[in-house]
Structure formats: C-alpha cells, structure tokens
C-alpha cells in the first residue's frame, strides 16, 4: 500500500460484526500503533490486538476494489476467518477472551 494511504484513518469491518468489544479493541490499536509512528500500520495494529485476540487477522482491501478511491477498508477478523454464527462458541470465546483481558491487566507493569 502507498504511504500517503497507509497513513490514512481506515474504515475497519470487524468479524463478527456482533463482537463489539473486538471492534473497538482494533480501533483502540489503530490509535496505539499510529501514535508508535509505525510505518506498516496495519501489521502493528495486527499484533497488538493479539494480545487480547490470538487469532486476529488483518487484512487491507486492494485498491483495485475500492469503491471510492483512495478510501481505505481494512477487514479485521477475530478468528483469522469468517465463521458461521454460533452463540454457543461465541459465549465461550468471549468468556475466555475476558479471563485472558483481566490476567493481562494484572501483569501489566503501572
């Protein structure tokens, strides 16, 4: 991706799009990584939601693809794919994801 658009503010498609906080945690480490000065802002935004999503994929759409050029769409998915709706296994990874969010809060150093 050119430079001037890799700076750009993405528009960001999260999947599951019911996965609020997942959404909001890529938004928060667009914020994070653009403010280290990273210069592959989407593969830094990528690591950084692992911490609290291991299986996070981040991908930047082809400018080829683009219905507004010079719009920028990333599509952030929490389990590396798209996955049929399943409230069973979302309860769970959601539960795990907030056991795994406190144990990291704990570890932090202040």
Do not use: H, K
Not at 24 to 49: C, H, M, P, Y
Not at 65 to 77: C, S
Request: net charge positive; aromatic share 6%.
């Amino acid at each position: 991706m050119p430079a001037d658009l890799s700076r750009r503010t993405p528009s960001i498609r999260a999947f599951p799009a019911a996965d609020r906080a997942f959404a909001e945690a890529v938004r928060r480490a667009v914020d994070e990584a653009r403010a280290s000065g990273a210069t592959d802002l989407s593969g830094t935004t990528q690591q950084i939601v692992r911490f609290l999503y291991p299986n996070t994929t981040i991908v930047v759409q082809e400018a080829m693809a683009q219905l507004i050029p010079g719009q920028v769409n990333w599509y952030a998915y929490r389990d590396g794919r798209l996955r049929t709706t399943d409230e069973r296994r979302d309860r769970l990874l959601n539960r795990a994801n907030d056991d795994i969010g406190a144990r990291a809060a704990l570890n932090r150093e202040p």
